[in-house]
């Protein structure tokens, strides 16, 4: 097993690397879109940044309304703070509604376990949770998640960022995979 390097927003070792394509990203959107059709959810919600990625197409693919929200530990792409914290407040049009919340990714479930409070504190009559990839290790556990791993996962997004002019992996995973000294 490699060990990977360890640094940002988690401080957990990861069994291995996963790197999701594009099309494997559609696949497991088309995967969380059939799994939560019957549930007919009046709302998307995507929880900026990279949750907007699954939110939106899964909220296309079942024709349903979307709303963004922002809650993070980053400010320009960079770990600023050690828990989630509100930059865009869930929408006041949850009350009453069933809602679904859309993440990438569930590591630690601190920042679905934020938004799920604060959709229920707006009013919401169902939540509930979806992810592509989830952590065995997350305190939270989505209702619907396309992949379970603890292998570090590479989205397809991250694999070509401009940094300084140049295309290159994301420098937070670069970091990470980094060996260790």
């Known amino acids: 097993m ?6 940002g927003s988690y401080s957990h070792e990861h069994k291995g690397i996963k790197k999701i394509s594009w099309r494997e990203f559609h696949d497991f959107c088309r995967h969380l879109a059939e799994k939560i059709l019957k549930e007919n959810f009046d709302i998307i ?7 907007l990625y699954p939110g939106t197409l899964i909220a296309g693919m079942l024709r349903k309304e979307f709303y963004p ?3 993070t530990r980053r400010e320009n792409d960079i770990v600023q703070y050690k ?10 049009i949850v009350r009453n509604k069933n809602i679904l919340i859309v993440d990438e990714i569930c590591a630690t479930g601190e920042t679905l ?16 949770t979806a992810v592509l990839v989830a952590h065995s ?31 290159r992996l994301h420098p937070e995973i670069e970091e990470k995979l980094k060996p260790l000294d």
């Open 45 to 51: 919600i995507g929880i900026s940044e990279q949750g």
């Open 83 to 92: 828990k989630p914290i509100w930059k865009v407040d869930m929408p006041d």
């Open 113 to 128: 376990m934020l938004a799920v409070k604060r959709v229920g504190e707006k009013g919401a009559t169902k939540i509930k």
């Open 69 to 71: 929200v922002r809650l």
């Open 2 to 7: 490699k060990k990977i390097r360890e640094k």
């Open 137 to 167: 290790y997350s305190r939270y556990k989505p209702h619907y998640v396309s992949l379970e791993t603890d292998q570090l996962v590479i989205f397809p997004w991250d694999t070509q960022i401009l940094v300084r002019g140049k295309w």
